[in-house]
Nanobody
Framework: QVRLMESGGGLVQFGGSLRLSCEAS????????IGWFRQAPGKEREGVACISTSDIRAIYGHRVKGRFTISRDNAKATENTVYLQMNSLKPEDTAVYYC???????????????WGQGTQVAVSS
């Protein structure tokens, strides 16, 4: 059974940082891309970043490029974990953040069949 679990969300002040984690189980992560998405209240879900093993170049949404960094942990113990380091956070970054697994390296949510439950990020002004 495929399972994706996000963690690391919380409340942070404007300009602060958070690191989200996405732990995957039940699928060979080496053959999948991991994407991060977010959905703010009343808004559509948008792609934030994605990364794959076959192509380590990351893709970022234009609203987060230069502030967020997606990475994979190559250590054996945590090789199924993908991180999203979020710096210089703004109130408009407030959203539920989801990680997803799919075959294509993309920030289009339709390419991802497997999703986590999400973790809340709130940025105060």
């Amino acid at each position: 059974q495929v399972r994706l679990m996000e963690s690391g969300g919380g409340l942070v002040q404007f300009g602060g940082s958070l690191r989200l984690s996405c732990e995957a189980s039940g699928l060979p992560l080496d053959n999948y891309a991991i994407g991060w998405f977010r959905q703010a209240p009343g808004k559509e879900r948008e792609g934030v970043a994605c990364i794959s093993t076959s192509d380590i170049r990351a893709i970022y949404g234009h609203r987060v490029k230069g502030r967020f960094t997606i990475s994979r942990d190559n250590a054996k113990a945590t090789e199924n974990t993908v991180y999203l380091q979020m710096n210089s956070l703004k109130p408009e970054d407030t959203a539920v953040y989801y990680c997803a697994a799919g075959r294509a390296r993309s920030i289009l949510q339709g390419t991802y069949p497997f999703w986590g439950q999400g973790t809340q990020v709130a940025v105060s002004s």
